[in-house]
């Protein structure tokens, strides 16, 4: 409970700086959630990345089996990311843009 109170402090600043929360959502959280999901694409691609160098690397099976998993969960990290990228931006193409 302190960790949340201390974080939500911590935006009090940037919250009344802005003139609305549409602004305080465009240039705080928009930002953060951009780099956020940038990161996760890179992690599912190292995985990836991780995963064809163990496999075709790797002398032994049980080196080609750990290597086939890194490629599989960096394969199903890729797909989720892009579904659920894609639909958050269906749905803020049907949702109509309300000025606040």
Known sequence: MKLLAALGLLLVPAFARAASFKEFVNEEVVPFVDT??????????IF????????????SDEG??????????GLIGFVVL???????????????????
Request: hydrophobic fraction near 70%; charged fraction near 10%; proline fraction near 2%.
């Open 36 to 45: 956020l999901v940038l990161l996760f694409y890179a992690l599912a691609f």
């Open 64 to 73: 080609r089996k750990a290597g086939r998993a890194f490629v599989l969960w």
């Open 82 to 100: 892009f579904g659920v990228w894609g639909f958050v931006k269906l749905l803020l193409s049907i949702i109509p843009q309300v000025g606040v």
């Open 48 to 59: 990836f990345l991780i995963g064809v160098v163990r496999f075709f690397f790797s002398q």
